[in-house]
């Protein structure tokens, strides 16, 4: 069974950059979207970015500081975080849409187990 596994998260200054990973575990398929989401607690969980073949979407609160990136042959979708606030501590959650295999589509929706990203000083 496919999993998600992440790295990159820990603890950060204000100010500072992060790159988070997200390596699918397998092979013989791909996803339509991969992407990354944050919550904090007591809050909802919500979208930071996510990238399909043509098209990335952001947060507008992370537009023009995160940019998230995938290569397809290893399977593998990056969030490359800079000039990080603290407000943006949270844990983020990978997460795979839309799976392609042995020539057909599956509606899956996967997840990572999530990665704790703390930005204070």
């Known amino acids: 069974q496919v999993q998600l596994v992440e790295s990159g998260g820990g603890l950060v200054q204000p100010g500072g950059s992060l790159r988070l990973s997200c390596a699918a575990s397998g092979s013989g398929f791909s996803f339509v979207t991969m992407g990354w989401y944050r919550q904090t607690p007591g809050k909802q969980r919500e979208l930071v970015a996510d990238?399909?073949?043509?098209?990335?979407r952001y947060a507008d609160s992370v537009k023009g500081r995160f940019t998230i990136s995938r290569d397809n042959a290893k399977n593998t979708v990056y969030l490359q975080m800079n000039s990080l606030k603290p407000e943006d501590t949270a844990v983020y959650y990978c997460?795979?849409?839309?799976?392609?295999?042995?020539?057909?589509?599956?509606?899956?929706?996967?997840w990572g187990q999530g990665t704790q990203v703390t930005v204070s000083s």
């Open positions: 997460h795979a849409n839309g799976m392609l295999r042995r020539g057909y589509y599956e509606a899956t929706n996967y």
């Open positions: 990238i399909t073949s043509d098209t990335t």
